[in-house]
């Protein structure tokens, strides 16, 4: 039955996000976004999960070491021993849980931001404006969200704080555990086990298996020790999702305002049905204006949906005409030109990538990593084009029907131009470089698997020549890495991640 409300929950979403994006590929790129995200709060918890379970496996090797528990006297150094090893499991835990919440909230910003980018892209193409300062502005923006996350306070604590505040917990139950445990005459091998099951499975289940330590230890440790590290990671992804779609909306020109869509997995009416309800600005219920967009989410484990309204395609071409032939009587697309994008435009000055080799002549890796960093290498091919328009078409025409066994079709042109940005925006690719045979230095982006269009795509490549400053190449690479690894001089600037 809960299955079946989850898919009535899912069916009744799209049907709102549908609505809001109206255009057809706009609900393409609003549901990506979505599902995107869907896909980040599923794979989070059990992660998060492992982070606590690998401090209870590190705690419980130590107590394993020390197999035969010695005298009182003896005892009691090894205590004290024993909790300057459990700083280290917390400062392990907080590095771990750290670097999880890093991934997830740089994820959850590019999820928040993708659906807005995608449309400017779509829209600086009809414009005839250049793509890449568009690119730049939102990989801007996406920095600029992350980095906003990350300095958040809530009452006055720092996200690095409250994140510490979750390793000293762990310490500290830890700490009460073995004690307790200690006390009661427990073996270390029990008491590790113990530990573990406490930390997998709450203290309920604890307190049936060792009813005499729990009874000493009432109170003093929390019964479900995952669960704030688990609500405070779920709350830092869902702002970091707003934090994301708030702040490409706002660079945007055509941005009319950011809907409030209600989760229905809300069981009773609170502050969410209302934000969804009230119209303030005459834009819809539950839509706000530029500037006014609420605070998201609007309380722990809310499971409500931002999604931006802009213009139709239609409206913005017009209002793009309008303005082609007079400025003035658009200023705010006069205003978004002037400084939004040609800012971006002017402060790049487009680095072109030169590495040590010539061709067939061998060189050395780590000189071309040290040369530029992952980022401005994919940041150039981002920026760049095909050679010409007859080089795209000819490569769309050999390569449409690429992934026709996953899409059941094959691609548009705008399609194949579409899943070009998409790769190259998504942080899992691998970046390569490599001398090609007869083209001489290249760089490839290649992923495993893409989720894209409601399907999920393998082997994604594309292949920029370092001479020609242009993209040459886009199909599926059947061989996968294998292919790139086997041209001469091959780099991995980056590697494919998970
Ligand atoms: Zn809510």
Known sequence: MAYSFADEYARNLAEQIRHTARDREYVRWALEARKQYVDLRLRQDPEIRKVYLEAARRAGELLRARNRWPSDAVLRTRLRHLQTELEEVAKAFNDEYTAKLKVHITKAVEAGTGYSRAIMVSLAKQANWEVGPVVRLFAQVNQQAVEACWARTKNGLFLSDRIWQQGQQVRDAMKEIIQTGVATGMDAKDLARALEGYVSNGAQTLARQYPNMMKRLKGRIPANLTYEGLRLARTEVTAAFGEGAISAARVSPSYKGMRW????????????????????????????????????????????????????????????????????????LEGWYRSVYAGQRKEVTPISLRFPA???????????????????????????????????????????????????????????EDLQEALLGDSRAAVYYYVHRQAGEELAVYIDRIHWSGKVLRNVGLVYNIAKDARVGFWKITKGQSYFRAQSDFVEIKPLEG
Not at 314 to 332: C, M
Not at 363 to 381: F, G, N, S, T
């Open 261 to 332: 869509i209600l989760s229905s997995a809300h069981p009773l009416p609170d502050v969410c049905n209302d934000l969804a309800e009230r119209d303030d600005f005459g834009l819809g219920p539950g839509v706000y204006a530029p500037g006014n967009e609420p605070m998201y989410p609007a309380h722990p484990n809310c499971l409500c949906v931002l999604v931006p309204v802009h213009e139709t395609p239609e409206e913005f071409v017009q209002r793009l005409r309008r303005w082609q032939a007079n400025p003035a009587t658009e200023p705010g």
């Open 358 to 416: 010539s061709l067939g002549a061998r060189i050395d890796p780590d000189q071309i990593k040290a040369r530029y960093k992952p980022e401005q290498v994919l940041e150039v091919i981002r920026a760049s084009s095909w050679e010409s328009s007859r080089a795209l078409k000819a490569e769309y025409a050999d390569h449409r029907g690429d992934w026709v066994k996953e899409l059941g079709r094959a691609l548009e042109l705008k399609e194949f």
